[in-house]
T-cell receptor, first 114, second 118 residues
Framework: EAGVAQSPRYKIIEKRQSVAFWCNPISGHATLYWYQQILGQGPKLLIQFQNNGVVDDSQLPKDRFSAERLKGVDSTLKIQPAKLEDSAVYLC????????????FGEGSWLTVV | AQTVTQSQPEMSVQEAETVTLSCTYD???????LFWYKQPPSRQMILVIR??????QNATENRFSVNFQKAAKSFSLKISDSQLGDAAMYFC???????????????FGKGTKLTVNP
């Protein structure tokens, strides 16, 4: 079974530029998460989708971050304009709807803003 | 809101020895899940072990076991017969069994960096 796929793996951009990350969850997983992990910290949830609806985006900086999951499968996370403090690893994860299910993570997309 | 605390930023262990990583959490809920994830330099989060709060028996997975103390809100990870490949960041995480609005997010601690010395 294929795991959670993310791209690009690495991205370096200048501040005020934009960037987009793509995620394809495990086949059949209805729930998709985007986490932000700043160096030296644990991951923090940015947004959670169930199918193509948003369940939790309370910690998403909506003035610069946006995410979509149009067909309930893959998802895109966009940052525009980027700030230096956005430098982090962006982890995508997915899970099935089964009660008490395990959340599986992708390898992450590393962003450096200079 | 739930919080997870890992009080040991770094730990080291000799190969083949045993090490215990600490984790405490704060919650008012009675039904929840606890996890330990391993994160190697590649940054992928790999599930090591999980514990359901309603289960009194401590979870075990091969060389990995937990000491779950629900009243004390403590959830430590014991790694036996440590191997060089165990070197990584280890994160303790909490997840509500049933969040309001359907959010079942993981809340992570800050992590413990484990070094395994040959």
């Amino acid at each position: 079974e294929a795991g959670v796929a993310q791209s690009p793996r690495y991205k370096i951009i200048e501040k005020r530029q934009s960037v987009a990350f793509w995620c394809n969850p495990i086949s059949g997983h209805a729930t998709l998460y985007w986490y932000q992990q700043i160096l030296g910290q644990g991951p923090k949830l940015l947004i959670q989708f169930q199918n193509n609806g948003v369940v939790d985006d309370s910690q998403l900086p909506k003035d610069r971050f946006s995410a979509e999951r149009l067909k309930g499968v893959d998802s895109t996370l966009k940052i525009q304009p980027a700030k230096l403090e956005d430098s982090a690893v962006y982890l995508c994860a997915s899970s099935s709807l089964w009660y008490g299910n395990t959340i599986y993570f992708g390898e992450g997309s590393w962003l450096t803003v200079v | 809101a739930q919080t997870v605390t890992q009080s040991q930023p770094e730990m080291s262990v000799q190969e083949a020895e045993t090490v215990t990583l600490s984790c405490t959490y704060d919650t008012s809920e009675s039904d929840y899940y606890l996890f330990w994830y391993k994160q190697p330099p590649s940054r992928q989060m790999i599930l090591v072990i999980r514990q359901e709060a309603y289960k009194q028996q401590n979870a075990t997975e091969n060389r990995f076991s937990v000491n779950f103390q629900k009243a004390a809100k403590s959830f430590s990870l014991k790694i036996s017969d440590s191997q060089l490949g165990d070197a990584a960041m280890y994160f303790c995480a909490y997840r509500s069994a049933r969040d309001q609005g359907g959010s079942e997010k993981l809340v992570f601690g800050k992590g413990t960096k484990l070094t395994v010395n040959p």
